[in-house]
Nanobody
Framework: QVQPVESGGGSVQAGGSLRLSCAASVYTSSSYCMGWFRQAPGKEREGVALIDSDGDTDYADSVKGRFTISKDNAKNTLYLQMDSLKFEDTAVYYC?????????????????????WGQGTLVTVSS
Protein backbone atom coordinates (compact mmCIF):
# COMPACT_ATOMS: atom_id res chain seq x y z
CA GLN A 1 0.00 0.00 0.00
CA VAL A 2 1.33 3.42 -0.92
CA GLN A 3 1.97 5.56 2.16
CA PRO A 4 1.90 9.34 2.10
CA VAL A 5 4.90 11.35 3.18
CA GLU A 6 3.81 14.06 5.61
CA SER A 7 6.14 16.88 6.51
CA GLY A 8 6.27 20.45 7.69
CA GLY A 9 5.47 20.01 11.34
CA GLY A 10 7.58 21.52 14.08
CA SER A 11 7.63 23.92 16.98
CA VAL A 12 6.47 27.50 16.63
CA GLN A 13 5.41 30.32 18.89
CA ALA A 14 1.82 31.42 19.07
CA GLY A 15 1.01 33.71 16.16
CA GLY A 16 3.45 31.95 13.88
CA SER A 17 2.90 29.92 10.72
CA LEU A 18 3.65 26.47 9.38
CA ARG A 19 2.85 24.72 6.13
CA LEU A 20 2.19 21.01 6.20
CA SER A 21 2.67 18.85 3.12
CA CYS A 22 1.36 15.42 2.28
CA ALA A 23 2.94 13.78 -0.74
CA ALA A 24 0.25 11.28 -1.54
CA SER A 25 1.13 9.78 -4.91
CA VAL A 26 -1.80 9.36 -7.29
CA TYR A 27 -4.38 9.73 -4.53
CA THR A 28 -4.07 13.50 -4.53
CA SER A 29 -5.18 13.91 -8.13
CA SER A 30 -7.59 10.99 -8.36
CA SER A 31 -9.43 11.15 -5.02
CA TYR A 32 -12.59 13.23 -5.03
CA CYS A 33 -12.09 14.39 -1.47
CA MET A 34 -9.02 14.81 0.70
CA GLY A 35 -8.43 16.42 4.03
CA TRP A 36 -6.53 16.90 7.23
CA PHE A 37 -7.31 15.60 10.70
CA ARG A 38 -5.56 16.34 13.97
CA GLN A 39 -5.34 14.73 17.36
CA ALA A 40 -4.27 16.65 20.43
CA PRO A 41 -2.97 14.89 23.55
CA GLY A 42 -5.83 13.33 25.48
CA LYS A 43 -8.40 14.33 22.90
CA GLU A 44 -10.26 12.61 20.10
CA ARG A 45 -9.18 13.00 16.51
CA GLU A 46 -11.01 15.81 14.73
CA GLY A 47 -11.41 16.93 11.16
CA VAL A 48 -9.68 20.19 10.31
CA ALA A 49 -10.04 20.88 6.60
CA LEU A 50 -11.46 19.37 3.40
CA ILE A 51 -10.93 19.92 -0.29
CA ASP A 52 -12.70 18.29 -3.20
CA SER A 53 -11.64 17.78 -6.80
CA ASP A 54 -13.43 21.00 -7.81
CA GLY A 55 -11.27 22.92 -5.36
CA ASP A 56 -14.10 23.61 -2.93
CA THR A 57 -12.95 23.73 0.68
CA ASP A 58 -14.43 23.48 4.14
CA TYR A 59 -12.94 24.07 7.57
CA ALA A 60 -13.59 23.36 11.20
CA ASP A 61 -14.88 26.46 12.95
CA SER A 62 -11.82 26.49 15.20
CA VAL A 63 -9.44 27.06 12.26
CA LYS A 64 -11.62 29.00 9.83
CA GLY A 65 -9.87 32.12 8.63
CA ARG A 66 -6.47 30.90 9.83
CA PHE A 67 -5.86 27.65 7.93
CA THR A 68 -5.90 27.10 4.17
CA ILE A 69 -6.05 23.72 2.49
CA SER A 70 -4.84 23.31 -1.07
CA LYS A 71 -3.44 20.71 -3.40
CA ASP A 72 -1.14 20.50 -6.37
CA ASN A 73 -2.22 17.65 -8.60
CA ALA A 74 0.91 17.90 -10.74
CA LYS A 75 3.02 17.31 -7.63
CA ASN A 76 0.53 14.91 -6.06
CA THR A 77 0.76 16.91 -2.87
CA LEU A 78 -1.81 18.14 -0.38
CA TYR A 79 -1.02 21.21 1.75
CA LEU A 80 -2.26 22.84 4.90
CA GLN A 81 -1.12 26.42 5.42
CA MET A 82 -1.52 27.30 9.09
CA ASP A 83 -1.32 30.95 10.12
CA SER A 84 -1.95 32.74 13.41
CA LEU A 85 -1.28 29.51 15.24
CA LYS A 86 -2.62 29.13 18.75
CA PHE A 87 -1.55 26.94 21.64
CA GLU A 88 -4.69 24.85 21.14
CA ASP A 89 -3.56 23.95 17.60
CA THR A 90 -0.90 21.72 19.14
CA ALA A 91 -1.54 18.21 17.81
CA VAL A 92 -0.40 15.49 15.48
CA TYR A 93 -1.75 16.31 12.03
CA TYR A 94 -2.70 13.59 9.56
CA CYS A 95 -3.63 13.76 5.92
CA UNK A 96 -6.59 11.68 4.89
CA UNK A 97 -7.86 10.22 1.65
CA UNK A 98 -11.26 9.40 0.25
CA UNK A 99 -12.18 5.74 0.74
CA UNK A 100 -14.56 5.81 -2.22
CA UNK A 101 -13.58 4.78 -5.73
CA UNK A 102 -10.92 7.04 -7.20
CA UNK A 103 -11.43 8.88 -10.44
CA UNK A 104 -15.11 9.35 -9.73
CA UNK A 105 -17.09 12.54 -9.09
CA UNK A 106 -19.34 12.51 -6.04
CA UNK A 107 -22.03 14.85 -4.82
CA UNK A 108 -20.38 15.64 -1.53
CA UNK A 109 -17.11 15.61 0.35
CA UNK A 110 -17.07 15.00 4.08
CA UNK A 111 -14.93 13.71 6.91
CA UNK A 112 -17.07 10.56 7.00
CA UNK A 113 -15.63 9.57 3.62
CA UNK A 114 -12.02 9.98 4.67
CA UNK A 115 -9.56 7.69 6.34
CA UNK A 116 -6.38 8.78 8.01
CA TRP A 117 -3.39 7.31 6.27
CA GLY A 118 0.16 8.05 7.22
CA GLN A 119 2.26 8.53 10.31
CA GLY A 120 1.26 12.13 10.96
CA THR A 121 3.37 15.17 11.65
CA LEU A 122 3.61 16.88 15.05
CA VAL A 123 2.82 20.57 15.43
CA THR A 124 3.71 22.19 18.74
CA VAL A 125 2.65 25.76 19.45
CA SER A 126 4.09 27.48 22.49
CA SER A 127 2.21 30.30 24.15
Amino acid sequence: QVQPVESGGGSVQAGGSLRLSCAASVYTSSSYCMGWFRQAPGKEREGVALIDSDGDTDYADSVKGRFTISKDNAKNTLYLQMDSLKFEDTAVYYCARDVRKRGTWYFDCGYRYLEVWGQGTLVTVSS
